[in-house]
């Protein structure tokens, strides 16, 4: 193709596989389970062992080319007496890697009101201790980051100090960040509401900064998409944390309420093509590349879990591809003269590029299906785990 619209495709096509390249998502062990909303579950051939998630995780891998690691919830994955040596083993038959490991201090009974912020310091230490163990396994897992999400809040104004809540917490967490190895993270979330209603101990990115400051060096906060208010300019947060260097990483999915948990894209892809936009440009003004984690935090109640992960990998690549597109230097340019409607086209015709092509361009590269999730369906995968996880639990014979 000689003409200027070939020329422009094989110039798009180009960038685009450079940046894929670059794109890794991992996917939380998690959203392979049965997960429901408080009013049921629908029951899938979902995965139930750690060794279940683990492959359904590398079917997503295998087919998408884009994620290599597992996150693991502590409670969830690795009970008591768990061998890291035996985790590794099963990760790997499975083409896949463990990757950040998140504390659970919002099960028990005992976390009832809390866990690093509860008023009882014996409550306190119980979680810390957990928290320690879950940097331990870490270590033991070779796991970078540790992703400690809190519950902790109250339901009723007056029923709790707030200040004394505050200090607490950040007591517990510099305790946990100084058992960190050298090259370890402390990944901090925020989340305004659920379960606590009236105030949460790390409501927004400004509490999580500020712990994660007075934490130490490891410590940054993670940015999950869900858990903002309705109409939060998540970007501009985004932005902010970048210019400070304390963006740690995401969780991604989508929503249209409250923290939904939908797929990523699915209900405002132009919010996440304009996240991934102000990666790029942070990397392109600094030549730095942001050492950013893109974890997957999604719970899938009505689609096919391994389905719907594929189709989020797929979302993530083309959103991120878009936003690659970005021509910076000229949009700096219209920026700076003020000439708005030329800088809102020059970062929209990008959102409107189709970048597909560039996309299974990348895939034909690395000897991937042009289709994941043609080739998913095609590979008898559902088929075989239909057949093997059938009749293990009440569910039997009756999945939708
Ligand atoms: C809490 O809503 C959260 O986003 C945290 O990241 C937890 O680890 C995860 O969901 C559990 O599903
Ligand atoms: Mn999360």
């Not at 970048?242 to 409250?258: P, Q, S, T």
């Amino acid at each position: 193709m000689n003409t200027d619209a070939g020329k422009a495709k094989a110039s798009m096509e180009a960038v685009v596989v450079e940046a894929l390249d670059g794109l890794k998502i991992e996917l939380p062990s998690w959203g392979f389970a049965d997960t429901g909303t408080r009013f049921g579950k629908f029951l899938q051939p979902a995965a139930q062992t750690i060794e279940e998630k683990f492959a359904d995780a590398g079917q997503v891998h295998q087919f998408t080319g884009t994620c290599p690691t597992v996150a693991l919830h502590v409670l969830w994955d690795l009970p008591k007496g768990t061998k890291p040596a035996e985790v590794l083993k099963m990760a790997e038959l499975f083409g896949v890697r463990p990757g950040s490991i998140s504390p659970n201090v919002f099960e028990d009974q005992i976390y009832k009101h809390g866990s690093l912020s509860n008023e009882q310091a014996d409550v306190r230490r119980h979680a810390l201790d957990h928290i320690l163990d879950s940097v331990r396994i870490a270590q033991e897992l070779g796991s970078r980051d540790v992703t400690p999400w809190f519950a902790d809040g109250s339901n009723y104004p007056g029923t709790a100090s707030i200040r004394a809540r505050k200090r607490w917490m950040a007591e517990g967490l510099k305790q946990a960040h100084d058992a960190l190895d050298e090259n370890q993270r402390l990944l901090i979330e925020y989340k305004p509401f659920e379960p606590a209603f009236y105030h949460t101990d790390i409501a927004d990115w400004g509490m999580a900064l500020t712990l994660a400051r007075s934490s130490g060096p490891k410590a940054r906060v993670l940015v999950d998409t869900g858990h903002h208010y309705q109409a939060q300019n998540i970007e501009q947060i985004v932005a902010w944390l970048l210019d400070e260097d304390m963006l740690g990483g995401f969780h991604f999915n989508d929503r249209r309420y409250a923290d939904d948990d939908l797929t990523l894209g699915s209900i405002d892809p132009y919010q996440v093509f304009r996240i991934f936009a102000e990666i790029r440009y942070y990397e392109w003004e600094t030549g730095r590349r942001a050492d950013i984690a893109f974890m997957v935090d999604q719970s899938h109640n009505l689609k096919g879990k391994i389905e719907e992960m594929i189709q989020t990998a797929m979302t993530a690549q083309e959103l991120y591809a878009k936003a690659a597109l970005i021509d910076f230097a000229a949009l700096t340019k219209a920026q700076r003269e003020q000439r708005l409607i030329d800088a809102e086209s020059i970062y929209k015709d990008a959102f409107s590029t189709d970048v597909r092509p560039g996309v299974r361009e990348w895939r034909r590269a690395k000897r991937l299906p042009e289709d994941p999730l043609a080739a998913f369906r095609e590979s008898g995968y559902m088929e075989r785990i239909k057949r093997e996880r059938a009749g293990r639990s009440a569910a039997a014979g009756k999945y939708a």
